[in-house]
């Protein structure tokens, strides 16, 4: 029998879903091993009787806790997809600010219609079985986070850093380019598409399990960056991380 | 000892394209990479160092070991059977490496896939006059010379090569073609002469002797400089995609999504990552990354010569030259050798 799986969102640009979207084009036997009962961005019909969900967007509302809390009672199995999920992506940047500033900053003195509070992933608010990081997620990963979801296993991402990947490309190290890139500490998978593109990696997958950032820092210190364009770096895609490194996380 | 004209060095490599599949560094974007060359004309000779090295023709970053079908249980060894292959150019640093790595993989179990990759490949080195780069200290780990067992060697003469054939695989490369001519007196001088002359071109080196390295590990398994050195590490693991002597491999099961028809594959490893000892349970034998860095400078300085009578480094500076973070082979080990020195000169005194 096959696997009924679902879709969902929350803040999120739905980038990832189209990727899937792609990936359902490209894999279409894809749809001979998994039943997809749900998935709002590519068909009307809808049911709650699911197995598996995958999850994109962060969680940046109270609300939005107990639409997530119901997926996580009906799944079995809960995959946060996207960097938004995974880490909480680039909603998260507003972390470091005072709420109330960046409310006013987008709403204006509409600012108490809306509800709002710190970004997080998924990972914040319940148990995430699995992660298929990026922005937006890499096609084939996608389609082997499902294989071994067939296989009855977890889906196994890379846990080194990008650039092993970069090296078997035999790019220009972006360093050695006197560029800026952090590939170092950031967690291969995407095959380096943005260093083999000539632009250093933004972090989009998140942390390797154990980043040296004192060392990262000191590396884009040498080419020149500031402090406060380091502390830009490793915000766009890493706040919740870093964040949650310094022992900080929001309520 | 053969003689090749420089104007007969394209003609030679056309002739080999028409039986081999030829190798050679390529200049992209200002650094060199190995590549089969289409043309005799993308033929580079002189080049800095390659990103990296030929090793990847034997051991392929990513290499098939056998196909399986889940459902049917058979499988069948995937052994890939090259085109008999020319890697030109090779400086020696490489072709050391190269005979360290034929003496792993051909020791006890010897590796077959290497070995259908290694039968088909004839190696075409060159003599390095100077340093390719800053960060080449192979003078001082006795790969600036040619190793035993090359096939075809070529020294830089000015106008014309000096074509050393090392064995029988070389000498089929060039036999019968009248490209190449009988060497003169003056020829002989001026392999002497250049040979003489290269030496002192290479002053970027190690404190200790060579010979002292594993000794000189030995002694510093808990020198402090490992936490210091490990403490600035990123553990990105470059330094060991790099190497020309890095073997390690994990195997990893590829199935299709009918999990029907899959592969038994192996990619590159790196003893530099977190996981790379977390065995069974969890538990990490090297859980710190100063202890993962001290691991791999022994064991290139020290237990590969003790199984292989080889040492690991050759001395060829691309794990310098890639590091974000500066670390170096000679830093390191110069560094060890100057803090052993005092205690070694107490310990004589009190004695």
Known sequence: MKPKVAFFEFTSCEGCQLTVLDTLQRHPELLEVIEIVQFREAMTERSDDYQIAFIEGSCTRPSDEEKIREIRTQAQIVIAVGACAHLGGINAIRNRMPLDDVREYVYGDKKDWFETYPARPLSAVIKVDAVIPGCPIDRDEFAMAVTHLLQGRMPAIPDYPLCIECKLTENVCMFLRGQTCLGPITRAGCDAICPSCGQGCEGCRGLVPSPNLGSIKEALRERGMTEEQIDARLSLFLTYQTMQMDGVTPA | ?351
Not at chain 2, 9 to 38: D, M, S
Not at chain 2, 81 to 86: F, K, N
Not at chain 2, 233 to 241: I, M, V
Not at chain 2, 319 to 348: D, F, K, M, V, Y
Request: charged share 25%; net charge negative.
């Open chain 2, 1 to 351: 000892m053969k003689i090749l004209p420089k104007h007969s060095l394209k003609a030679w490599v056309e002739r080999l394209r028409a039986t081999h599949r030829v190798v050679a560094p390529r200049e992209t974007y200002g650094q060199y990479i190995f590549e089969e060359i289409e043309n005799a004309d993308d033929l580079v000779l002189d080049y800095h160092t390659s990103v990296l090295p030929p090793k990847k023709y034997l051991l392929p970053p990513r290499e098939d070991l056998f196909a399986f079908n889940a459902k049917t249980m058979e499988m069948s060894p995937l052994i890939e059977e090259i085109q008999p292959t020319v890697i030109m150019a090779l400086h020696t640093c490489d072709l050391h490496a190269i005979t360290l790595l034929d003496k792993i993989q051909g020791t006890g179990h010897t590796d077959q896939h290497y070995q259908a990759r290694r039968r088909k490949t004839t190696l075409v080195s060159i003599e390095c006059l100077k340093p390719c780069m800053d960060h080449a200290f192979c003078k001082s780990m006795g790969t600036l010379a040619v190793p035993e067992g090359f096939d075809v060697h070529l020294t830089d003469l000015g106008d014309r090569y000096a074509v050393d054939i090392g064995s029988e695989q070389g000498e089929q490369l060039i036999e019968g073609l009248s490209l190449f001519w009988e060497p003169v007196e003056a020829d002989y001088d001026r392999v002497n002469q250049v040979m003489a002359g290269k030496w002192p071109n290479f002053d970027y080196r190690l404190d200790c002797d060579v010979t002292d390295l594993p000794d000189l590990l030995a002694a510093s398994q808990d020198s402090a400089l490992w936490d210091e050195v490990g403490d600035t590490c990123l553990a990105c693991g470059q330094c060991t995609k790099v190497c020309p002597t890095c073997y390690c491999f994990d195997v990893l099961d590829e199935i299709d999504l009918k999990l029907e028809h899959g592969k038994r594959i192996r990619v590159w490893d790196s003893c530099l990552i977190e996981k790379f000892a977390v065995v069974a349970g969890g538990h990490n034998f090297r859980s710190s990354q100063a202890r993962r860095l001290r691991h791999r400078f022994l064991r290139k300085g020290k237990y590969q010569f003790e199984s292989y009578g080889l040492l690991g480094c050759v001395g060829c500076g691309r794990c310098a030259l890639s590091c974000p973070a500066h670390i170096t082979p000679i830093g390191l080990l110069n560094t060890l050798a100057e803090r052993r020195r005092p205690a070694t000169e107490e310990a004589s005194s009190r004695s």
